[in-house]
């Protein structure tokens, strides 16, 4: 994935002054050291690498020539550098993180780890996430849901596109940065993007294909009239308002940071447009905006239009980049961004938020379990209260980056992957999503044994109306799946956990916890589950799953989310 969807990044080279002869003076490692700090891997690279190729080589060198592949998703390239610069003495901790990292966007879960116990010798950060990920990766990749993923060839080409989404014509929304040279004028931007040596992103309109022969335009000329990136974009449930990312570094001052260099840092920033008479207006500056110290970026409204979820590292975050939210006032002005708290967001990267129907949250993180780079997790709620985020698993996710996935109605939409087998870096793919039913494993159980992965915990969900006990019908479907799911596996038990909301006296809802676990045994064994294979409890009110504890003012919505039956498979 293209590092220009990262917040802590920087612009590469908006203005050179230096002259192609005064480079071939100056030593090559400078000048490759020049390329790097500007984040222009691309040229950085190949540089690097013919200096690799001298006995004397640097350890430094290494590092570097490996940290570039790695920042162009080029995993074959950085694997075989972090492998050299790991079998040095003087290598950092990092390198060693960072080669597993690699590993694991290869699909070498085994060796990935291997190499993160190097790095645990060697430093105290917290890597539980990603061990967890490449454990979690060899069974999800084993068993792998029943969603599936399609690419959208008359969309993807060689370069990058991605963060598609529908428009009211059933048209698709995308960004990319193949320049297609014959959508623009002359005013548009030509330069190369040095961290990946292609053109800046544009947004494009697919026509579907219902309308006749698919063909792709420009989308806005006043939305793409921005020098630098422009893109991925959002709309409001009538779509006459759209929220976009932008890059904009000449805008920002070069005296406010002693160090800061000539080149010009970059940092995203949102805008909104809204549509009259079937033209876009003047782009107008969401208010937080503050590129000097920050990126606002990839922004998510809610369907009533009152809410915008957006990524950000801003001060006061939880992690590198988090998600955050903005209500709207009743004067039309948006409030002071507030964090969406550590349910969902991790010490890592979160970014990519997008709404789906039922109050689902879209998003993808690098500091949950997952199974390589980005991967795609389903949350429910609203600003700052959040279910326990759901990993999508196999085939939604993969060894890559995958995301920016986009829900059309309740089982099909769009995601963005650089998982193989694609057109370019990045591509847009169809997907068939079944309703999400598994979550992964709170605290998972792993044996190794032989370098095979013998013992795994997941988790499936059922939900009660209010003081019942009785198996409703979407709570027998996934009882149905369950049971499906044990008898191709007989030798997996399960263990049930029955909860209430927190209405009532605890010594009744205790009482009806008992019942909902009892009836959920009663039910998967009328569907031939051996009452030896399950262990069964109820638990009242404790764990509920939210805020709403007795005396505080829930939504029935709420309330719903703590009246559940939880089934943990144990695979032995």
Partial sequence: MYRYIKYYVALLLVITSLSANAQDRKPEIKVANEHFDRYQYDLAAPIYEKLARKKSVKTVTLEKLAYSYKEMDNYDKASQWYQAVTQRNDATANSFLLYGDVLKNQGNYIKAKEVYAQYKQKDTKDITARIMGCDSAVMWLKRPTSN???????????????????????????????????????????????????????????????????????????????????????????????????????????TKDPNYNFYGARKLEIYSSDLKNGTWQQ??????????????????????????????????????????????????????????????????????????????????????????????????????????????????????????????????????????????????????????????????????????????????????????????????????????????HPNDNIKISSYTDSRGKSAYNMNLSQKRARSAVTYLNKKGISKKRISAKGYGETHLKNKCKKGVKCTEAEHQLNRRTEVLIISL
């Fill in 148 to 254: 599936t993923v399609t690419n959208l060839s008359k969309i993807n080409t060689s370069a990058s596109e991605w963060g598609a989404t529908v428009y009211k014509d059933k048209s698709i929304i995308f960004t990319s940065d193949s320049l297609r040279n014959s959508l623009f004028g002359k005013e548009i931007n030509k330069r190369k993007y040095g961290w990946t040596g292609r053109s800046y992103i544009k947004l494009y309109q697919f026509s579907s294909e219902s309308s006749g022969t698919p063909t792709i335009t420009q989308f806005s000329k006043e939305l793409n009239d921005f020098k630098y990136h422009v893109g991925p974009i959002a709309f409001t449930s009538d779509y006459n308002t759209g929220y976009f990312t932008v890059t904009n570094p000449d805008k920002i001052s070069h």
């Fill in 283 to 488: 782009p107008i500056a969401f208010p937080y905006n503050n590129p000097s110290s920050y990126s606002v970026g990839h922004a998510a409204i809610s369907k009533d239009g009152n809410t915008l979820y957006f990524s950000s590292d801003m001060t006061g975050g939880i992690g590198k980049t988090d998600l955050w939210y903005s209500e709207k006032n009743k004067d039309g002005s948006w409030s002071p961004p507030k964090n969406c708290g550590p349910t969902i967001n991790t010490p890592e990267d979160e970014e990519f938020p997008t709404l789906g129907d039922n109050n689902i949250l879209y998003f993808s993180s690098d500091g949950l379990p997952g199974m390589g780079g980005l991967d795609i997790f389903s949350t429910t709620g609203q600003k700052d209260q959040w279910t326990k985020p759901i990993n999508l698993k196999s085939p939604v996710n993969s060894s890559t980056d995958d995301f920016y996935l986009i829900m059309t109605d309740t089982s099909k939409g769009y995601l963005t992957s650089n998982r193989k087998g694609g057109h370019g870096n990045d591509d847009i793919y169809t997907c068939n999503i079944v309703p999400v039913i598994v979550t992964p494993p709170v605290v998972p159980v792993v044996v190794v044994k032989e370098e095979e992965i013998v013992d795994v915990t997941e988790t499936y969900i059922i939900y009660y109306d209010f003081d019942k006990f009785n198996i409703r019908r979407d709570a027998a479907a996934v009882l149905d799946k369950l049971a499906e799911f044990l008898k191709k």
